[in-house]
C-alpha cells in the first residue's frame, strides 16, 4: 500500500465522543478531513450541530450529532441505536468525553470524586463494551482512548486542583492496554493518547488575568515552550485511526510538548 494510502479513512465511520468542542473537536476534524464518516456525541447539541455544520461542509463527508450524556447507560444504550440506524458499522471509536472538576484537595467532595468516575471511567467502559461487541461481530476495528499526561503523574494544587482526575487517566491507561490484549483475537486495536497542555474550553479559564501565576507555571513546565493547538492533535489520531498504525495496540502515546520527558 502507498504511504498515502495507509492514512486515507474512506468508507469508514467513526464514532467521537465529547467531540462538539476542544480535543474532541480537533480529532474529528482530523478523522472528516481523512474522509471518515462521523457520529458525534456530547451533552449538549448546539456545539455538536455547529461541528457537525463545519465539518460536513468543509469536508464533504456524512455527519450525524447525538445528544448523550456519558454517566447515564440508558441514554449511551439510546445513543447506540440512534447511531446505528444511519450507520451499518462503526469501525473507529474515540473515547473523548471527560470532565474535570477543581476544589481544593482537603477539601474535595466525595459526590464530585464519584462524578468523575462515572463519566472519566465507567461511561467509557459501558461505551467501549457495547462498541467492542459489534465490532467482533463485524470482523475487527479501533478504538482510541482519551488519557492525559496527569495520567502518569502528579499535579500543583496551583494548577490543577482537581485530585481524582489524575487517577481516572491512569485507570483508562491500564484499561488501553488490558484491553488491547483481550481484544486482539477479534482484530480490534485499543491504544490510547495521552495529551498535556492543549487550549481547549476546558483549559481556557488560565488565560483570566487571575491565573496568570498558573498560566506561566504550566508554560513554562514544557520544553517546547507553548499549548498545544489542532494541528497537533490531528495527525496523531488519524495515525492511530488508520492502517499507518495497524501493528500498534496497547499503547499510550503522549502528546505533550516534552511535559513528561522533564
Known amino acids: 500500500m502507498k504511504l498515502y494510502d495507509l492514512f486515507k479513512l474512506n468508507g469508514k465511520a467513526a464514532l467521537v465522543t465529547g467531540g462538539g468542542r476542544g480535543i474532541g473537536k480537533f480529532i474529528a476534524t482530523g478523522l472528516a ?3 471518515a464518516d462521523l457520529i458525534l456525541t456530547s451533552r449538549k447539541m448546539k456545539n455538536l450541530e455547529a461541528t ?30 440512534t447511531a446505528l440506524e444511519k450507520f451499518p458499522r462503526i469501525d473507529i471509536l474515540v473515547n473523548n468525553a471527560g470532565i474535570t472538576w477543581g476544589a481544593p484537595t482537603l477539601d474535595f467532595p466525595l459526590e464530585k470524586w464519584d462524578q468523575l468516575f462515572n463519566v472519566n471511567v ?15 461481530n463485524q470482523g475487527g476495528g479501533n478504538i482510541i482512548n482519551i488519557s492525559s499526561v496527569m495520567g ?5 494544587e496551583l494548577l490543577h486542583p482537581a485530585v481524582p482526575y489524575n487517577s481516572t487517566k491512569a485507570a483508562i491507561n491500564l484499561l488501553t492496554m488490558n484491553l488491547a490484549v483481550k481484544l486482539a483475537p477479534y482484530k480490534i486495536r485499543v491504544n490510547a493518547i495521552a495529551p498535556g497542555s492543549f487550549m481547549t474550553d476546558m483549559l481556557s479559564f488560565i488565560e483570566k488575568p487571575e491565573f496568570k501565576a498558573a498560566y506561566d507555571m504550566l508554560k ?5 515552550g507553548r499549548i498545544g493547538g489542532i494541528d497537533d492533535m490531528k495527525g496523531l489520531a488519524v495515525f492511530l485511526a488508520s492502517d499507518a498504525s495497524a501493528y500498534m495496540t496497547g499503547h499510550v502515546v503522549v502528546n505533550d510538548g516534552g511535559l513528561l520527558a522533564k
Not at 465507567?122 to 465490532?135: C, D, E, P, S
Not at 513554562?220 to 517546547?224: E, R, S
Open 33 to 35: 478531513e481523512a474522509g
Open 52 to 81: 457537525a455544520q463545519a465539518l460536513s461542509q468543509g469536508f464533504g463527508v456524512k455527519i450525524l450529532p447525538i445528544a448523550c450524556d456519558m454517566a447515564r447507560e440508558e441514554e449511551i444504550e439510546a445513543m447506540l441505536k
Open 122 to 136: 465507567r461511561g467509557v467502559w459501558i461505551l467501549t463494551q457495547k462498541v467492542a461487541n459489534l465490532m467482533k
Open 152 to 156: 502518569f503523574r502528579g499535579s500543583e
Open 220 to 224: 513554562g513546565a514544557i520544553p517546547l
